[in-house]
């Protein structure tokens, strides 16, 4: 259902529909701009590709987000915005491992220059990892992934299973992304599987124990004062046999069930 109404508003907003490629090339121009230092036309194309993101039909690859990010970067250092420059620059260092800043967008000794290099020393590994959607494809940056970063920003691409998009829009950090169906496939949940098979081993063990007792109950050849005790022992381990085995089931099942949301 939300993911119905995210499809809904976005269909009501986009007049049509529009490539990576379409996208990619306003970030060029942009960029152009920028080191034009014409103002006026960047934040003219700044405000356009806020507004065609959503309306993507076909998502990034990594040199395109690696883009996106950089001019995201270059808009937020325009507005005196340094926080934000950082954790832009930060979805650059992780989508494109080795990248250094163009002397060409900034000189050497150039502040941007400077807050590049504060986010390659801030760069962080905190990630999530999002449930798989019942149909279509996940992209992240501009990858096919499930992994997301909780400590920068994000673009969030979800396609259908032709491969068109239907939500396609910036995550903000530590925040979640749209919701979707995600696939309920059975899978095992490790604690509990581990638990079924402890309880398991009590349960055979101690219902073996609790046979053995009975059989020597029966021996004509055991003493008559050793019944007792032996009748004991009989019923106590039987009755954890039991229980082992009652926990056994459900945490088997458990097992499988607990991980299907």
């Known amino acids: 259902m939300i993911l119905l109404s995210l499809i809904t508003s976005a269909a009501a907003e986009c007049p049509s529909s529009v490539p990576a490629q379409k996208v990619s090339q306003e970030i060029s121009i942009g960029e152009a701009a920028f080191k034009n230092m014409d103002e006026a036309l960047f934040r003219q194309v700044i405000d356009d590709i806020q507004q065609l993101v959503p309306c993507m039909s076909t998502p990034f690859n990594d040199a395109q987000a690696t883009s996106f990010w950089r001019l995201r970067a270059l808009a937020a250092f325009l507005n005196r ?3 934000t420059v950082l954790t832009a620059f930060m979805s650059v260092i992780e989508i494109s491992p080795g990248y250094m800043l163009s002397e060409s967008i900034a000189p050497m000794g150039h502040p941007l220059q400077e807050l590049f290099v504060q986010a390659l020393e801030s760069a962080t ?3 999530d990892v999002l449930p798989s959607p ?7 940056d501009g990858s096919a992934s499930l992994t997301v970063p909780l400590s920068r920003p994000y673009l969030f691409q979800m396609t259908d299973e032709s491969g068109y998009i239907v939500v396609s829009q910036v995550v903000q950090a530590g925040q979640r992304p ?3 169906a995600a696939d309920r496939a059975r899978s095992v949940n490790v604690p509990l599987a581990v638990t079924a098979g402890i ?4 349960a055979g063990g101690t ?5 053995s007792k009975e059989s020597t109950f029966w021996d004509p050849s055991t003493p008559t004062g050793e019944l007792n005790v032996l009748q004991r022992q009989a019923n106590t381990l039987g009755t ?3 229980s ?3 926990v056994t089931l459900g945490s088997g099942a458990a097992a499988v069930l607990v991980g299907a949301w």
Request: proline residues 3%; glycine residues 12%; without cysteine.
């Open 134 to 140: 019942r149909s279509g494809q996940i992209y992240i």
């Open 240 to 242: 954890v046999a039991l």
């Open 199 to 202: 309880s398991g081993a009590i």
């Open 125 to 127: 590994s905190l990630e």
């Open 207 to 211: 219902w073996y124990l609790a046979t």
């Open 244 to 246: 082992a085995g009652v």
């Open 178 to 180: 749209p919701g979707y």
């Open 81 to 83: 915005d340094e926080d």
